[in-house]
């Protein structure tokens, strides 16, 4: 497609239950970032995948968050035992150069 | 630390006048800088960046950023406020160097556009 494309737009689970959340980059982007950006926040960065390379997990708050990128195709962040602090909107982004990035709608995700 | 400084939550502009958000960097070495905006319930929206050259950058919608070295600031402004740029609008930094192309966010700034 076009743009960046997350899945699903909303989320609702329930406390202690694990999700899973896809982002599809746009074809040829070799760049994806994750972040979460809580109600009234600014965006929390989490993690940043670059090509091949080893991605800079420094920005997952805890070991209960993961993610994963095969090559420069789809990423999944995986949540696990969720809380409710993690209620968020989760937003993706991919990027082929240093200057540009674009961001995807994002994921809504509500922990009751 | 790396940080991106938006100082006021809320900016209150009259429509047809013309409007500033403000944002202030604190990062090592030249950083490319960007704004975003995001209306509710939406992703956010690429506005404009500065890599290199002219200061003054254009961008959609009529916006553009004016980048201080000195004053490590990259305001955003726009010379006639429409109600419709009622958003949210973020100033984001990527350092040259390290965190592998991180971008750093502001909080955010709430821009309402009155009739």
């Known amino acids: 497609g076009a743009g960046v494309s997350q899945s699903p737009s909303n989320k609702v689970t329930e406390k202690g239950k694990d999700v899973e959340l896809r982002c599809d980059p746009i074809s040829g982007h070799t760049a994806l970032y994750w972040y979460r950006q809580r109600l009234g926040q600014g965006l929390e960065f989490l993690i940043y995948f670059q090509g091949n390379s080893a991605p800079d997990k420094s920005g997952l708050p805890s070991d209960r968050f993961s993610a994963e990128r095969t090559g420069e195709s789809v990423s999944t962040l995986t949540i696990q035992r969720t809380q409710q602090e993690d209620s968020a909107v989760y937003l993706c982004?991919?990027?082929?150069?240093?200057?540009?990035?674009?961001f995807g709608s994002g994921t809504r995700l509500t922990v009751v | 630390a790396q940080s991106v400084a938006q100082p006021e939550d809320q900016v209150n502009v009259a429509e047809g006048n013309p409007l500033t958000v403000k944002c202030t960097y604190s990062v090592s070495g030249n950083p490319y800088l960007f704004w975003y905006v995001q209306y509710p319930n939406r992703g956010l929206q690429f506005l404009l960046k500065?890599?290199?050259?002219?200061?003054l950058v254009k961008g959609s919608y009529g916006f553009e950023a004016e980048f201080n070295k000195s004053q490590t600031s990259f305001h955003l402004k726009k010379p006639s406020a429409l109600v419709s740029d009622s958003a949210l609008y973020f100033c984001?930094?990527?350092?040259?160097?390290?965190?592998?192309?991180?971008?750093?966010f502001g909080k955010g700034t709430k821009l309402s556009v009155k009739p």
């Open positions: 500065y890599i290199t050259g002219d200061n």
């Open positions: 982004a991919s990027g082929d150069n240093p200057y540009g990035y674009t």
């Open positions: 984001a930094v990527r350092p040259q160097t390290g965190s592998q192309g991180n971008l750093i």
